[in-house]
Every structure is written in structure tokens, then in C-alpha cells.
């Protein structure tokens, strides 16, 4: 197995990598917050955790067997030439169990707190269950061959494309509706703020027309000029 040729590298290597890890990760962290403070998991898409948990595990499991598992690593070696490097490193086996470790976390603040209407939509499930019987990325480790590492993490890339999909969707509905309720309550305060202009504009021609009656019927006794 090929070593690094340069220190500063390695050192530089580490250190985005670990970075990456915590900036990552720490993104997981305000959804499960938020879920656990509101009770409910209203508004989040559940297509979105769904295709979301399937991606991290195929990225978990594409890791975890090519940075363990030494029949992989032989197989890598051989296929690519044992000066290559492994493309995995810790921090990437640590990023992908943490975010299969939240991701089902989420899915499971779905089962248990307030979720509404909502509910996984036949699409999402059709994906997931032809990613596991078409791609079958759970064979690379039973049977491990560094060939079947192209299946987790084609669909590990497949379902970064996705994923964000139905969440857009949902946001887009609760802006519109919101840009509804919105323009509605606009179109109600100026009607009633004409409606209100028009009753004043009323009580003002009243008030006039009194004093003008007023006026005539004392035009004898007062020197006023009527105008």
C-alpha cells in the first residue's frame, strides 16, 4: 500500500477531510433538534428521509468494506496497482455512520411524533426497493469484490441527484400557500380599509349636510354667508 510522499500533504489531507466531517455532521443535528422541541415532524418531507437514509447506508457500507475489509483492499491492489492509496479515509467511514446513525434517528421522530397527513409517497418506496433488489449494494459485503463497490456508491450519487427533490416540492406548496393566505388577508384589510373610507366620506356629507341646514333656517338671525 502506497504512503504519503508528503507530510504537509497528509497533515493538509486530514484536515479538510476531519473539517468536512464536523461541518457536515453538525447539519444533521438542527432537524432533530427542531422535530424534538415542536413534537412534530410537520412540514419535513418524509421522501426526503427516506431517500436520504438510503444513500448514507450505501455510502456506509461502500466505506466500511473498502477500509476494512482486507479481500477488498487485496482485490483494489491488484486491479489498480498496490502503489495506488485506498480512496477512503477514516473520516469518510466516520462521516457515513454518523449519518446513518441521525438519519434513522429522524425516521424514527417521524414514527413517534406528530407527522399531520403526511406520509411516504409510492415513488420513494419504488426507488428504495430498486436501489436494495437491482443495485443490491448488501452483496458487496457478503460476498466482497471490489466490483460491487460501484453499486453503493452509484446509488449513494443517484440519491444526492434526488433526494432534495420532493423537500423542494413541499416548500414550494407551504410558500404558495402561504403567498395565499398572504394576498388574502391583503385583499380583506383594503376592503375593509375602504369600506372604512367610504363610511367616514358618509359621516363627513352628513355632518356638512346638517351644518348647511343649520345655517338656512338661522340665515335670518346670523350674518353668515352660506357657502
Not at 37 to 49: A, I, M, P, Q
Not at 72 to 98: C, L, T, W
Request: proline share 4%; charged share 20%.
Amino acid at each position: 500500500m502506497a504512503s504519503w510522499n508528503s507530510i504537509p500533504l497528509e497533515i493538509t489531507y486530514n484536515t479538510f477531510g476531519w473539517l468536512a466531517f464536523f461541518s457536515w455532521s453538525i447539519s444533521f443535528y438542527p432537524q432533530v433538534i427542531l422535530n424534538f422541541r415542536r413534537r412534530s415532524v410537520v412540514g419535513l418531507n418524509f421522501d426526503f428521509v427516506l431517500l436520504n437514509l438510503t444513500k448514507h447506508s450505501s455510502y456506509m457500507i461502500y466505506n466500511v468494506c473498502l477500509y476494512f475489509s482486507p479481500v477488498i483492499q487485496r482485490q483494489y491492489f491488484e486491479k489498480y496497482g498496490s502503489g495506488e492509496m485506498i480512496p477512503v479515509a477514516a473520516n469518510d467511514v466516520a462521516f457515513s455512520i454518523h449519518a446513518v446513525l441521525l438519519t434513522a434517528i429522524t425516521l424514527f421522530q417521524i414514527v413517534i411524533f406528530d407527522r399531520g397527513t403526511q406520509k411516504v409517497s409510492k415513488i420513494s418506496v419504488g426507488i428504495v426497493i430498486a436501489a436494495k433488489f437491482v443495485f443490491n449494494p448488501f452483496y458487496a459485503c457478503e460476498k466482497p469484490k471490489v466490483n460491487d463497490m460501484v453499486a453503493p456508491i452509484s446509488i449513494q450519487v443517484f440519491m444526492t441527484v434526488v433526494k432534495y427533490i420532493p423537500q423542494i416540492f413541499v416548500l414550494m406548496k407551504l410558500i404558495d400557500d402561504a403567498s395565499l393566505a398572504q394576498l388574502w388577508k391583503t385583499s380583506i384589510s383594503t376592503k375593509d380599509l375602504m369600506e372604512e373610507n367610504d363610511e367616514r366620506k358618509n359621516k363627513n356629507d352628513f355632518e356638512k349636510e346638517k351644518l348647511l341646514g343649520f345655517l338656512e333656517s338661522h340665515e335670518g338671525m346670523m350674518s353668515v354667508p352660506i357657502i
